[in-house]
């Protein structure tokens, strides 16, 4: 298998293949990848299941030790696909206390961080074009519908 990262590659079973594409994917790519998803209030107001992480954003940790608790992340890790969340240490051998970086797989977003501008646009963007769709598909029940009294 090459080392450079393919743009052809499309998908495989094989688990190793997939971690090695994640693992040499390039960092406006892995960036995208460090996403997690949205609490149930969040998806329905911005009409979007996942977002990529960002310093600021407050999550809930789903997986492992510290399981049900929340906290805002310090910290993000492209390249090592990693993220801080804000008082999640683990105490070392020698009496220090370490933080704990977490898969973006492992959280869920409960608060965004609304301070960028860009992202402000990208989720209005969304939004409207959910809206939209949702419109189109209630045109197409109710003529669907209609239809079918006429049928009948």
Known sequence: MKKQFSTSW?????PRKQRKYLA?????LKKKIMSANLSKELRKKYGKRNIPLRKGDSVRIMRGKF??????IT????????????????????????NVKFKPSFLQITELSLEDRKRNESLARQKNKTEEENRELEENRS????????AS
């Open 24 to 28: 040499n994917a390039p960092l406006h």
């Open 75 to 98: 910290a993000v890790y492209t390249k090592k696909m990693k993220v801080e969340v804000e008082g999640m240490q683990i105490k070392k051998q020698d009496g220090s206390k370490a």
């Open 10 to 14: 499309k998908s495989s079973r094989q």
């Open 143 to 150: 003529s669907v519908i209609d239809l079918k009294k006429n």
């Open 67 to 72: 399981k049900k608790k929340t906290g805002k």
